[in-house]
């Protein structure tokens, strides 16, 4: 098992440009999430999903949007990238009590 | 959710047991403690968790107080690739999505 995969690991943006981060994972989990983590702080939780087709907003959701059109994936996206969104993201699937984290994509805006 | 206070930083001698205090004098009945940690800004890896009573795996010991107000996270051997932040996190067990609050955790840093 790959566990929670990220794609891509970097990435530099400009100011109002849009994205896309993909995170899949193989392990069949019903939940998803995705965190932030700037630097010298803990995650703090943007968006997460607790099935296929259902989203929900976390304690920092402005400036994002996710959907998880399929099982295995959770998609962040960005519409117009900003400073402040310069950050660690790091996607999450669970089960039980467990989270499982990815390697983390570390996205600059200029 | 309950609040939790733990040290900044810790050294630890390579070989020697890590024990890292965490403090939840707020925590609910139905709460668990978990523990994470996060290597070098890699994502955070689960380590253990407990409600009341004593709990061992692979990794580690969780001991948490009569009163539950707080616990110790025990390495028994710790090598330097237990360097990390580690995260103390209060927090219910249910079969919802859970956000799990992480603090600013403490620096472990094991030595040779």
């Known amino acids: 098992n790959a566990g929670v995969t990220q794609t891509p690991k970097f990435r530099v943006l400009k100011t109002g440009q849009s994205m896309t981060l993909l995170c899949a994972q193989d392990?069949?989990?019903?939940?998803m999430y995705w965190y932030r983590q700037d630097p010298g702080m803990g995650l703090r939780l943007i968006h997460y999903?607790?099935?296929?087709?259902?989203?929900a907003k976390g304690e920092v959701p402005d400036g994002y949007n996710v959907s998880r059109l399929k099982k295995q994936n959770f998609l962040l996206g960005l519409e117009s990238a900003a400073p402040s969104q310069t950050s660690v993201y790091f996607c999450?699937?669970?089960?039980?009590?467990?989270?499982?984290f990815g390697p983390g994509t570390r996205l600059t805006v200029t | 959710d309950a609040k939790t206070t733990q040290p900044t930083s810790m050294d630890c001698a390579e070989g020697r047991a890590a024990n890292l205090p965490c403090n939840h004098s707020?925590?609910?009945?139905?709460?668990?403690v978990y523990w994470y940690r996060q290597i070098h800004s890699q994502g955070p890896q689960y380590i253990i968790h407990g409600l009341k009573n004593n709990e061992t795996n692979e990794m580690a010991s969780l001991i948490i107080t009569e009163d539950r107000k707080s616990s110790t996270l025990i390495l028994p051997h710790a090598t330097l690739r237990d360097t990390a932040v580690y995260y103390c996190?209060?927090?219910?067990?249910?079969?919802?999505?859970?956000?799990?609050?992480f603090g600013s955790g403490t620096q472990l840093t094991v030595l040779p």
């Open positions: 707020t925590i609910s009945g139905n709460e668990y």
């Open positions: 999450a699937s669970s089960y039980e009590q467990r989270q499982y």
């Open positions: 996190i209060v927090d219910v067990s249910s079969g919802s999505a859970r956000q799990l609050t």
């Open positions: 392990m069949n989990h019903e939940y």
């Open positions: 999903s607790v099935g296929e087709g259902t989203t």
